[in-house]
């Protein structure tokens, strides 16, 4: 059967976000329904915990480092091939709503939009966030037909947290609006179709709207606080001590640090109540997009893939927003996968599973031509019941190679493998690393690092982390004589 694919990527969502995934104090309906209707896993992580390293990854199938795009705000290589750039060849009409962030995206460089190489996108309706006022960007555009302005106005006792533009005229709302007329019209003439929508929320900065904040105003103190305890960074390096002074090392008071310390309980929640309530609107979005596939009779006929680029940190560990660490907050994320008819339905994998494993997924599920120069592992066998649905990899790897421009004077490079009981994170720049028992220590407070009875382990783990990164060489290189 030819698929269809609505690929779904919010920005900077962690893997614990989801009422399917254990979150007891969000309502997630539609995509705790999409899981019931397909397979989640619960161990999928990103290759970089940043933007830009992180969609290069998953959108070609390659490692950051392979793709050579290893940084945010640098260009992507325009010999690199992306998926919907596979789905185009191949015949499929492809469209994108939201962001790509594959180019360098400040306004100060680019005064129209992000650059665009080859990327197999017929229709593309770019926005790369909520809040940057190009000129150019249509959601703005989009707003002003409509008689709007963006604005936002701080809630009650935060500088941090803000009620954001109303659901009707929302970023979400608009790439919604836009994947819904690209599913109708190319359902109504016959198109086989790729569609990525790719909204900016839950990213920073925290301002949802006020109708799905104020609800959770109303139980704010049922909220946990972050996962830290004083004094835990001690045992942990440079890069977390620094960030947690203040967040993305930005010491500009005039410019909205997040200084962890400044933080009462009060905030720390309400930036949490803030993520949650944006998550919430993602919901509701993706809820409208499932009745429209029902609708139109495609949803047996449409993989859709639900998932994000990285996570946040949510003051776990001291640290907001992202940065030079692994933790679970930073690298988990969710990966939901649904076709009903052929996927699974309501099923939880537990396979180590990494991001660019999607697009080799979805070369296989639409029979395309072999792509050699992917580096990811399809999971399509897993999905559709033709192999073990709790085994794929032996690890996973992650990588940061100065990915965010905030550490100067020594520059973050950093590696992490995960096992699935031990994770291990190098950080070279520094000489330091972590080393955590995921078994005993979920909550990656004791680092291991330095325990003269876990050299053994320590060893054992750099060498996986010696062969993860061995084997992110591009495939691609050929060789063309003996000698």
């Known amino acids: 059967m030819p698929y269809n694919v609505l690929w779904i990527c919010t920005d900077q969502q962690r893997g614990d976000t989801l009422g399917c995934y254990g979150n007891q104090y969000i309502h997630t309906p539609n995509l705790d329904r999409l899981a019931e209707n397909g397979v989640l896993f619960e161990q999928a992580y990103c290759q970089n915990p940043t933007c830009t390293p992180s969609r290069a990854s998953f959108l070609t199938g390659r490692y950051p480092r392979t793709t050579r795009c290893r940084q945010n705000g640098q260009r992507f290589k325009t010999d690199e091939k992306l998926i919907s750039r596979i789905f185009n060849e191949n015949g499929y009409v492809c469209g994108l709503s939201g962001k ?21 996108y017929s229709v593309f309706h770019w926005s790369h966030g909520g809040h940057d006022g190009w000129a150019t960007h249509e959601y703005f555009q989009w707003l002003r037909e409509r008689g709007q302005r963006f604005h936002s106005s ?96 930005n010491h500009d008071s005039n410019n909205a640090a997040i200084v962890y310390d400044n933080m009462s309980p009060y905030e ?42 990285h996570g946040e940190m949510l003051g776990d560990h001291g640290l907001y927003l992202k940065g030079p660490y692994f933790y679970e907050g930073a690298v988990r994320v969710p990966l939901i996968l649904s ?32 792509q050699p120069q992917m580096q990811g592992k399809s999971i399509w066998s ?24 905030w550490h100067k004077n020594p520059t973050a490079q950093c590696t992490m493998v995960y096992d699935g009981r031990y994770k291990l994170v190098a950080v070279h720049s520094t000489n330091e690393g972590e080393l955590y028992d995921m078994k005993k220590d979920p909550e990656e407070r004791n680092n291991l690092w330095s325990s003269p009875k876990e050299v053994g382990l320590k060893a054992e783990m750099l060498m996986k982390l010696c062969n993860a990164m061995a084997f992110t060489v591009d495939p691609m290189e050929e060789r063309i004589s003996d000698w």
């Open 100 to 120: 790509l962030h594959l180019n360098p995206c400040a306004p100060t460089v680019c005064k129209a939009m992000e650059e665009r190489g080859d990327d197999g």
């Open 154 to 249: 701080n809630v009650e006792g935060s500088k941090l947290v803000q009620y954001g533009m109303d659901e009707e005229y929302h970023q979400t709302t608009w790439c919604t609006e836009k994947a819904i007329n690209f599913i109708e019209a190319n359902a109504e003439y016959g198109n086989q179709w790729m569609f990525s929508m790719n909204i900016y929320d839950p990213h920073h900065p925290f301002d949802p709207p006020r109708a799905y904040l104020e609800p959770y105003l109303e139980r704010l103190d049922s909220l946990p606080l972050p996962n830290y305890h004083e004094g835990e960074l001690e045992q942990k390096p440079y890069f977390q001590k620094v960030d947690h002074k203040a967040a993305y090392n």
């Open 268 to 309: 720390h929640r309400l930036m949490k109540a803030s993520y949650y309530a944006m998550i919430e609107l993602i919901d509701h979005q993706v809820g409208r997009l499932m009745d429209t596939l029902k609708r139109l009779n495609q949803l047996e006929n449409t993989i859709v893939i639900f998932t994000s680029d």
């Open 339 to 370: 076709c009903p008819g052929t996927i699974l339905k309501g099923k939880r994998s537990h396979a180590l599973v990494e991001l660019m494993d999607i697009a080799p997924t979805l070369v296989e599920a639409c029979s395309f031509p072999p």
């Open 382 to 405: 897993l999905l559709t019941g033709k192999a073990a649905l709790n085994v794929h990899k032996d690890y996973v790897y992650s990588e940061y190679y100065n990915s965010m421009p």
